[in-house]
């Protein structure tokens, strides 16, 4: 395509900031191409990282091997280094956190009025504050859950973990704690694209608490209900501090609405 004609494509953007499915297809990929850079760089950082974050998740088997037979198993000659690349793309992840979660709301702010695109801000310095609070929450509960699952071992039995798969289950576990702390800033943000409405919202607040409580419990599969309702509660309180805001911006257009009608009749 020459140059004259790409500058007339831009020219024929639509004036409302409007684009064709194909322009947000482009416009996808583009913002993937970027986040997924700005992984690979973190991961770079992540590489010299990952012996502390190694230490850290093995301290946890350390101190179930005082009381039993626990050790971490490499079964193949590369698992080793399968683990640490494994390792080194998790940290790479939360590291770019700030960068990747930046380009999904900036891909979903085409919707937004001029207005309301300056809320984009307080979308992102919400959600990455919430999303790294979520991670580190989650490596909290995390000693206390492998030390449950392993205390179902007999003590005079041998426990052998796989290394790829105890690593695989705490990082994961580690991140769908920060996902869930950063869902509510989504569910904003999808009402202020016109995607669900306060009242929705609202409406599914039983399934909220219910699905809180048992990601809580499966977060937290321990016999320590204090320790369930220590991660359901933030969740329940962030799904109806976002019903709240959602509320505020509905009633906040039904009044232009209503203002605009009332100056055109």
């Known amino acids: 395509m020459s140059a004259t004609a790409a500058k007339a494509g831009r020219a024929a953007k639509d004036p409302d900031g409007r684009m064709s499915l194909g322009q947000h297809l482009i416009e996808l990929r583009n913002r993937a191409m970027i986040a997924a850079i700005g992984v690979i760089v973190a991961a770079i950082i992540g590489w010299f990282l990952e012996p502390f974050v190694w230490s850290a998740l093995t301290a946890v088997i350390d101190d179930i091997a005082k009381h039993q037979n626990a050790h971490i198993n490499f079964p193949t000659l590369t698992a080793a280094f399968d683990l640490r690349m494994q390792l080194t793309l998790y940290i790479g992840i939360v590291i770019s956190s700030p960068l990747w979660l930046y380009e999904i709301f900036a891909f979903l702010t085409p919707g937004l009025t001029g207005k309301e695109k ?34 179902f071992a007999p003590s005079d039995n041998l426990t052998i973990l796989n290394a790829s798969d105890y690593f695989t289950f705490v990082l994961k576990l580690v991140l769908a704690v920060g996902v869930a702390f950063v869902t509510p800033v989504f569910i904003v943000l999808l009402n202020m694209i016109g995607v669900m409405s306060a009242a929705a919202i609202l409406k599914a607040w039983r399934w909220a608490i219910l699905g809180s409580i048992v990601f809580a419990a499966l977060a937290t599969p321990s016999t320590d209900v204090v320790s369930m309702m220590i991660l359901a509660v933030p969740l329940i309180v962030l799904y109806f501090a976002a019903a709240g805001f959602a509320w505020l911006h509905d009633r906040r257009k039904s009044r232009a609405a209503e203002q605009l009608d009332a100056e055109l009749a």
């Open 118 to 151: 300056r809320y984009i801000f307080g979308f992102f310095f919400s959600a990455v504050p919430l999303f790294l609070g979520g991670c580190v929450f989650g490596w909290y509960v995390t000693p206390h859950i492998v030390t449950l699952f392993a205390s």
